[in-house]
Every structure is written in C-alpha cells, then in structure tokens.
C-alpha cells in the first residue's frame, strides 16, 4: 500500500544550527501537508505544497515539494527553542484523499 | 473563536467498559476525523466523516463505533471490543474541497485503561 517515509526519526541539534526533516512517498502525490505538534499538544498545520517543484517559505521556515511529487522537505534555519517539537508530513495520492501520514520527525534544540 | 473542543483532557477506565469521547467544533466543517496517536507513531485514521449522518471507517476501525448526527457533532465510542485502547485521541475537521483541506486538530483525550 502507499507508503510515506519520514527521516530521520530523531534530531537533536545546538540552537542556531539548521535542521532538515524529509519526506518519501511510495507513489506519485497529489499534495503534502506539514504539522508541527509541540510536547504534550496536537498537530497544528503548516503548510499545503500543490505543485511540482514547489517551494515556499515562512520566515525561517522553508518548505519544498520534488519535481517528481514524491518527496517533500521542511528546513529551518537557525533553530531557536521554540522550533522544539514533532514534525508531521501528510499526503494523499490520486482521486484518495485520504491522507497517509509520516511518522514524524523529532527535534530537540540545545539552548 | 472558533475552534474544536475535545472532553476531557484525560480519561481513566476499568477493562472492559465502553468509553465515549467528545468532540464538538463550531468552524463549520463539513468533514470530521478520528485519528489514534500511539507514542512514537504517526497518525492512524479510525474513522472520518464528510456529512451528516454518513460516516466512513479509517484505517483501524476495529473495536470503535462512531456517530454524525450533527454538523458540530462526532463523538466516538471506545468499545471494550478494542485490544488496546490506551493512547491519545484526536479528533480534526476540515473543509470539504479540491484537494485535502489543512485539517484542524482538537487538544486530544488522553485515555488510560486498567
């Protein structure tokens, strides 16, 4: 079945470093969602990306979906605590609109 | 503000007892969802809605039982049919739309069974 593949599972990183989490699919997408869910809360939305190639940004956050639809990238520059949390890919494939979710990646940031 | 409420925040149960959990939304949403969050996991659908009175199983329906009889409405019963029912539940609502509208998270139940 479709399959969406999310690395790495940990990260742990130095305040002010860039983090860099991933997301393969198995199969072509139609769209990929992104969440963050902050310890102890729920998933709230980032961004929707529609288009091959597409890449948008809020602030330090910069958000691109591959030429091919099937991988999908979240990068923050120069993390601060705040970034601290578990990032979720999600997307759907074809006339399903259901979505499959990645597993997440998690960041922990060293003041 | 608009929002999505889930009750209560944390929920303790004996084995073997039916538990029902809350979720009510005034966003005006037409889809609703239940999702399953284990720690470590992802997201796993158990059940979703797009209108009133229809309802659709997810990915691990088994062992839950839902109902819409509302726009604002979709509660979602943990059977003692479920194995495993200890984990932190999600409910969402979204748009109905072209492609998949962001999905708006309620704060979660967290249940607990002894």
């Known amino acids: 079945g479709q399959q969406v593949m999310q690395i790495p599972q940990y990260q742990h990183v130095q305040e002010g470093e860039d983090f860099t989490t991933y997301c393969n699919s198995s199969?072509?997408?139609?769209?990929i969602q992104w969440y963050k869910q902050r310890p102890g809360g729920h998933p709230v939305f980032l961004i929707q990306l529609v288009k091959s190639g597409e890449v948008k940004k809020q602030k330090r956050l910069t958000f691109q979906f591959g030429e091919a639809k099937k991988n999908s990238s979240l990068h923050i520059t120069a993390t601060q605590t705040t970034d601290v949390g578990t990032y979720f890919c999600?997307?759907?494939?074809?006339?399903?609109?259901?979505?499959?979710w990645g597993l997440g990646t998690s960041l922990a940031v060293n003041p | 503000d608009g929002g999505i409420t889930q009750s209560p925040k944390y929920l303790f149960r004996k084995e073997g007892q039916n538990v029902t959990l809350s979720c009510e939304q005034n966003l005006n949403h037409d889809a609703m969802y239940w999702y399953r969050q284990d720690p470590g996991q992802g997201l796993r659908l158990i059940y979703y809605s797009q209108i009133v009175n229809d309802f659709q199983k997810g990915d691990i329906a088994e062992g839950y039982s839902v109902s819409r009889e509302k726009k604002e409405s979709f509660p979602l019963t943990v059977t003692s049919a479920q194995k495993n029912p200890t984990a932190f539940y999600l409910c969402?609502?979204?748009?109905?739309?072209?492609?998949?509208?962001?999905?708006?998270f309620g704060n979660g139940t967290r249940l607990t069974v002894t």
């Open positions: 199969t072509t997408l139609s769209n």
């Open positions: 969402a609502s979204s748009i109905v739309g072209t492609y998949n509208s962001p999905l708006h």
């Open positions: 999600a997307g759907s494939a074809g006339n399903n609109r259901k979505l499959i």
